[in-house]
């Protein structure tokens, strides 16, 4: 029983995290939307390619918060579904710590190499949801009415934070993230991943695309710490880094559970395609 509440609090306490994160960076994303809407498109986010670039130098800064401002600035309608991509090819999650404290100068070129496979996959992903004519979710557009904020604070604490935010959102989110988390602390609990782990080289890089699609920071882990012991090639670490999402997507889920099926299958595909490449290099 003990182990069980330890579990749920755990779940309840990464997620009141999470929460918390993606609330405060959506507050501010509405915010600027109702102020420079107008700069912004112009200047960061206007073209596609732009969008690529930006999501995926912002994905490879250590950490998740870079994913869920992207997953924000996506659901906000200021960025589309190949900067989405972008940014999960490119992150490396909380993992970027420990990986540039283990071994920093390939944590750095890991870093670089992600960044532009994220660049390219973000371009290819917005192709293949075009020619697949792919029904993307409803985007959350802000639009801001004229002289909307000469009102005041208290109409945008009322109007978007509270009427659109929390009530729209965050209920939702709090589910997923909590119920999500749950289930991935019982599954970490009682599998040992490293120990099914094949030894084949083929096999391995396979695997390491797969596992990514746990929305866990754990699995990727694994693969770190394998790495830094010498137990696995470049190739297997850099296929996990593109592949695994970190917790980066999960607010994506109380948005739209076909979307983040598109973004995982997405990575997926392409870390496997990254890693038949370098196997076929011999690396």
């Known amino acids: 029983m003990p182990f069980v509440n330890a579990m749920i609090w755990e779940a309840f306490a990464g997620t009141m995290k999470i929460l918390t994160i993606v609330f405060v960076l959506m507050v501010i994303v509405e915010y600027l939307m109702l102020r420079y809407k107008k700069a912004i498109t112009s200047h960061v986010t206007g073209k596609p390619f732009t ?3 930006f999501a995926s130098m912002l994905g490879a800064i250590p950490g998740c918060i870079d994913a869920f401002f992207i ?3 996506y659901i906000s309608g200021i960025v589309g579904f190949g900067a989405l991509v972008a940014v999960m090819l490119s992150t490396a999650g909380d993992e970027a710590f420990v990986m540039l404290a283990m071994f920093p100068d390939t944590a750095l070129l890991i870093f670089g190499i992600c960044i532009i496979l994220g660049i390219i996959g973000g371009f290819l992903a917005d ?9 993307l979710s ?3 557009q802000v639009v801001p009415h004229k002289g909307e904020m000469s009102l005041g604070l208290s109409h945008f604490i009322h109007k978007h934070v509270w009427e659109h935010i929390v009530k729209k959102h965050m209920l939702q989110l709090f589910l997923w993230l909590f119920f999500t988390l749950l289930a991935m602390n019982w599954l970490t609990a009682n ?5 099914v782990i094949p030894q084949n080289r083929l096999l391995m890089l396979l695997f390491a695309a797969l596992i990514g699609v746990i929305p866990e920071s754990g699995p990727h882990l694994i693969f ?9 090639p470049f190739s297997v670490l850099l296929v996990s880094t593109l592949s695994q999402d970190g917790h ?4 994506l889920l109380s948005y739209s559970v076909e979307d983040t099926i598109y973004v995982q299958i997405f990575t997926t595909l392409f870390a496997v395609a990254v890693g038949l490449v370098l196997f076929a290099l011999g690396f």
């Open 224 to 232: 770190v710490v394998m790495f830094a012991q010498g137990l696995i």
């Open 191 to 195: 599998f040992d991943l490293q120990a």
């Open 248 to 251: 980066g997507l999960l607010p």
């Open 127 to 135: 192709k293949l949801a075009k020619a697949l004519n792919l029904h």
């Open 71 to 73: 997953v924000s600035l």
């Open 51 to 53: 969008q690529y670039v």
């Open 138 to 140: 409803k985007k959350c």
